[in-house]
């Protein structure tokens, strides 16, 4: 079984500041991750992925994700945020085998102040 | 083009009602999936489909049923709608490659209220 926690429902940030998003998992085997974003009124778009192949994993949107098995974590960053970046992340977990579904987080709502 | 479109987007209903939401796809994926957002909930998955011929419960399932009536088409029905069914209903699609890595693809979304 695997699971998924972020930590914090809510982020502030201001524009131009540094943003984390934290994510940790459990899974009993080795697992993808994944990032989703959602705007408003849409629905989730894939911002980057950890597959095994490199454990900073760069995304769309200056985003990027640093998997740290020690840890149990694969935490979202982007050095400077801009007003475009608002909108709720949501991480995701799957077990590294083929006939597996994802597993989400309760996601975190990133607000960007000017 | 969306590669996965859902209908309808946005649908008001009665308690007691029977209702359809459906989706279909052109990416050519053999799996489908149905989640349920609710605020500070995240997505819970309802049904998937790994093919036509697979229907699996998620862990919400209880008040909902599915129909795989193609590869491209995957329908969630309420069979007696209640208000706390009333959220956002996704729709996803993802491959059965060893290169998907389990990736889902998301449908626009599909927001029922119940009164």
């Known amino acids: 079984a695997q699971s998924v926690t972020q930590l914090g429902s809510h982020v502030s940030v201001s524009e131009g500041a540094l943003v984390l998003l934290r994510c940790n998992y459990s899974?009993?085997?080795?697992?993808?991750l994944f990032w989703y974003v959602q705007y408003p009124n849409q629905g989730l778009q894939l911002l980057l992925k950890?597959?095994?192949?490199?454990?900073l994993v760069k995304g769309i949107n200056g985003f990027e994700a640093e998997f740290k098995k020690s840890e149990t974590s694969f935490h979202l960053t982007k050095p400077s945020a801009h007003m475009s970046d608002a909108a709720e992340y949501f991480c995701a977990v799957s077990p590294a085998s083929g006939y597996s579904t994802l597993t989400f987080g309760k996601g975190t709502m990133l607000l960007v102040s000017p | 083009d969306a590669d996965v479109t859902q209908t309808p987007r946005n649908r008001i209903t009665k308690t007691g009602k029977r209702i359809m939401l459906e989706c279909s796809q052109t990416k050519g994926h053999d799996r489908m999936y149905w989640y349920r957002q609710d605020p500070g909930l995240g997505l819970q998955l309802i049904y998937y489909s790994f093919d036509v011929k697979d229907i699996n419960k998620g862990e919400i399932s209880d008040g909902y049923s599915v129909s795989r009536q193609a590869q491209a088409k995957f329908s969630l029905s309420l069979e007696s709608a209640i208000p706390n069914q009333t959220a956002l209903y996704f729709c996803?699609?993802?491959?059965?490659?060893?290169?998907?890595?389990?990736?889902?693809?998301f449908g626009p979304g599909t927001r029922l209220t119940v009164l």
């Open positions: 996803a699609t993802s491959e059965t490659s060893s290169g998907s890595y389990n990736e889902q693809f």
């Open positions: 899974s009993s085997v080795p697992p993808y």
């Open positions: 950890y597959t095994s192949a490199a454990t």
